[in-house]
């Protein structure tokens, strides 16, 4: 039993030349001698096995490949001269792994685009398919019934695109099965949905992401045929370009009629919006009527537990009063009276622009009328921490709170100074709080459900007791104060180096992750 379960998956990631010795000790347990030797004759590298008994079938191909289920594919640029032998290591080790269901792969040759529609029981599958060649398409094109897809269709389109239209095909080749439905384009290669067939729809779709497309009258007549919206439980748009308010229209629409539907059933959960990022070298009016669409479309209904929003509000330097958050924003997420988690973040900014931060009224407002919420990260104005700390404290079942500060001080020091005064002004909150209570020992979780602080870099776990220390945590620290006759203290630590150990797994195991347990 130990077997399988240690060849179940399998991560395979090269960036540079001195990543190849690894890849080839990884891959070289599911290959035949033979197999072995055909590779040593087309480049010898270290970690190549170099002397073989005589007592096995050079022909015969290791078990262990039956035994893998799920493979991460990563292959960067090792050299012009050396990303052909990591190729050929993949092509035929995948050739051994006949059972696999979940694959991610940011490279396809012939043979392995091969190797993939000849899996019996292929679930799941990630796949840069832009600029494919005719060998390659062919056999890619012949997958089906995949439960989880994730196309990238990045560059320029190649000039068979729309007549292979190799991404379209794995698409219908699994209407009826797919489960979530991933699409990354550049500008030039989203046109392969404008040929969707206007009868079929992805009857099982359950959560779709869209990023990079060029969005047009043609586009969203495709989009609008293929994604039944209503019926999604998970919806993720990330950059996009272009006529961006008909696309918010199209969804304010129809989200408004299926709420005035008494029959209708809106299963919308999770909605994650790119808010302004390609708006911030367009004309005022022009922004203002894209965030305002993006608005409309959430104030359409009111069924989300999660709600994340990126990039909202850049503004000029020039401009020295922080705008905060539209009054109709603040009033479209305060509809979705159920929402458990709520992200208000940026990933970057524009060189001249500023970023909106949360005033303490606003985090009030949001955080007295959410009584779900446990997850709250968003851009606090950085000079009224301490306030936004006791506001914080209102929060009845937050138990995660994010600051994301932006480089508001003049170094890391002052940064990780301000970033501890508020998660002591926290503690002090708390641990202050309920002065009457006096009696028998203070626990932190009968006054707060807060087990986890971050600002910016920062991440800290916090309890009345914490577990054992693991790989990354930091010394256990305690905050003390008497009330009364009672001595309450909270203990603390900074995980930091902890959690960010398994953003190193690997490109992209993170959709792996996800879709796995659900393949069946």
Not at 279 to 289: G, I, L, Y
Not at 445 to 459: L, Y
Request: charged letters at 30%; a positive charge; proline letters at 3%.
């Amino acid at each position: 039993m130990v077997t399988p379960r240690l060849y179940e998956r399998i991560n395979v990631s090269v960036s540079y030349h001195a990543h190849i010795p690894k890849v080839i000790r990884t891959l070289e347990p599911f290959l035949s001698i033979n197999q072995k030797k055909q590779l040593r004759k087309e480049g010898q590298y270290r970690g190549q096995q170099e002397s073989f008994s005589n007592v096995i079938d050079p022909q015969k191909k290791p078990r262990f490949g039956e035994y893998v289920r799920q493979a991460n594919l990563f292959i960067g640029d090792p050299g012009k001269n050396h990303k052909f032998i990591v190729h050929r290591y993949v092509e035929e080790a995948l050739k051994n792994m006949t059972n696999l269901e979940v694959i991610e792969t940011s490279s396809i040759t012939e043979s392995i685009s091969k190797s993939l529609a000849s899996q019996k029981n292929l679930r799941a599958l990630n796949v840069s398919a832009g600029n494919l060649g005719e060998s390659e398409a062919k056999s890619l094109a012949k997958i089906k019934d995949l439960r989880h897809l994730a196309i990238h269709l990045l560059g320029f389109a190649s000039p068979n695109f729309r007549k292979d239209n190799t991404p379209l095909s794995l698409i219908l080749n699994s209407r009826s099965t797919l489960r979530s439905l991933e699409i990354e384009t550049g500008s030039f290669s989203s046109v392969f949905l404008d040929d969707w067939p206007k009868s079929k729809s992805l009857t099982s779709l359950k959560s779709f992401s869209l990023t990079g497309a060029t969005i047009d009258e043609d586009f969203l007549s495709a989009l609008a045929n293929a994604v039944d919206f209503v019926a999604l439980e998970e919806l993720k748009f990330g950059y996009l370009s272009h006529d961006l308010k008909i696309l918010f229209e199209h969804l304010s629409n129809i989200f408004s009629k299926a709420r005035d539907d008494q029959k209708a059933n809106i299963k919308l959960r999770s909605l994650e919006i790119e808010m302004g990022k390609e708006t911030s070298f367009a004309v005022p009016e022009e922004q203002e009527a894209y965030v305002d669409a993006r608005i409309d479309f959430i104030s359409s209904f009111d069924t989300l537990t999660c709600l994340e929003l990126h990039d909202y509000g850049q503004y000029r330097q020039e401009i020295t009063v922080n705008p905060g958050l539209k009054s109709s924003l603040v009033r479209a997420i305060l509809k979705h009276e159920k929402l458990t988690k709520l992200k208000i973040s940026y990933r970057g900014v524009t060189s001249g622009y500023k970023i909106t931060c949360l005033e303490p009224d606003t985090i009030l407002t949001l955080v007295d009328n959410l009584p779900e919420l446990k997850v709250f990260e968003f851009i606090p104005e950085p000079t009224k921490l301490a306030e936004i700390a006791r506001i914080i404290c209102r929060g009845r079942n937050l138990t995660t709170v994010t600051l994301i500060t932006g480089g508001s001080w003049s170094s890391l020091a002052e940064n990780q100074e301000k970033g501890l005064e508020f998660l002591h002004s926290i503690f002090e909150r708390v641990l202050k709080g309920d002065a009457d209570s006096d009696a028998g020992v203070f626990e932190w979780e009968d006054h707060s459900k807060i087990t986890r602080v971050a600002v910016d870099w920062m991440i800290w776990e916090v309890g009345s007791k914490l577990g054992k220390a693991k790989k990354g945590m930091k010394k256990t620290k305690k905050m003390s104060v008497t009330v009364g006759k009672q001595k309450r203290e909270v203990v603390y630590r900074d995980i930091a180096d902890f959690v960010r150990v398994p953003l190193l797994n690997g490109l992209g195991s993170k959709w792996l992750d996800k879709v796995k347990n659900d393949i069946k």
